[in-house]
T-cell receptor
Framework: DAKTTQPPSMDCAEGRAANLPCNHS???????VYWYRQIHSQGPQYIIH???NNETNEMASLIITEDRKSSTLILPHATLRDTAVYYC???????????FGTGTRLQVFP | EPEVTQTPSHQVTQMGQEVILRCVPI?????FYWYRQILGQKVEFLVS????????KSEIFDDQFSVERPDGSNFTLKIRSTKLEDSAMYFC???????????FGNGTRLTVT
């Protein structure tokens, strides 16, 4: 599986957009980009995933660059409850497992 | 929204004892997983299970570990003879179809003394 690189921590003011970057320069054509988050010590929570097109759902937007070597997760209006560790994971279609890195610890402040 | 439930939330056991961690996946899901997270460390894949057999497992999942789907609703992880280093949060997950997102439970904290 391709490795991902994320900043260890970020801050965001409540109500503002949080833009979390991820580099995955060795991604291959059949690998998807997934985003999960972990609030405190709860189980990881799925946010969004994509292959090459930008995606949006009720939680977030995912912007993938044209060369697919990086992506950005956007939380459009961050709230205090979005404080969590955010994981960017690259997963091949033919494997079951998710390989978690250390993620980005997002702190949303009032 | 349906969710994955895990019991117990916290289990304390003595070294060398057998322990069974229980999970009830989302009811129409077909793919089941166990992950673990040692305190302060990354979430690690242990095993995936589909069609009543293991489909993939990690190096961590050695002969001390086994999984079972004893009935139509439960999915269990057994550790035969626990070691101190098995202390961790154990997360169960399920997904509906191949390559669909995983839904995780909130974990069982296993403490081996």
């Amino acid at each position: 599986d391709a490795k991902t690189t994320q900043p260890p921590s970020m801050d965001c003011a409540e109500g503002r957009a949080a833009n979390l970057p991820c580099n995955h320069s060795t991604i291959s054509g059949n690998e998807y980009v997934y985003w999960y988050r972990q609030i405190h010590s709860q189980g990881p929570q799925y946010i969004i995933h994509g292959l090459k097109n930008n995606e949006t759902n009720e939680m977030a937007s995912l912007i993938i660059t044209e060369d697919r070597k990086s992506s950005t997760l956007i939380l459009p209006h961050a709230t205090l409850r979005d404080t969590a560790v955010y994981y960017c994971i690259v997963k091949a279609y033919n494997t079951d497992k998710l390989i978690f890195g250390t993620g980005t610890r997002l702190q949303v402040f009032p | 929204e349906p969710e994955v439930t895990q019991t117990p939330s916290h289990q304390v056991t003595q070294m060398g004892q057998e322990v069974i961690l229980r999970c009830v996946p989302i009811s129409n899901h077909l793919y089941f997983y166990w992950y673990r997270q040692i305190l302060g460390q990354k979430v690690e894949f242990l095993v995936s299970f589909y069609n009543n057999e293991i489909s993939e497992k990690s190096e961590i999942f050695d002969d001390q570990f086994s999984v079972e789907r004893p009935d139509g609703s439960n999915f269990t992880l057994k550790i035969r003879s626990t070691k101190l280093e098995d202390s961790a949060m154990y997360f169960c997950a399920s997904s509906g179809i191949e390559d669909s997102p995983l839904h995780f439970g909130n974990g069982t904290r296993l403490t081996v003394t």
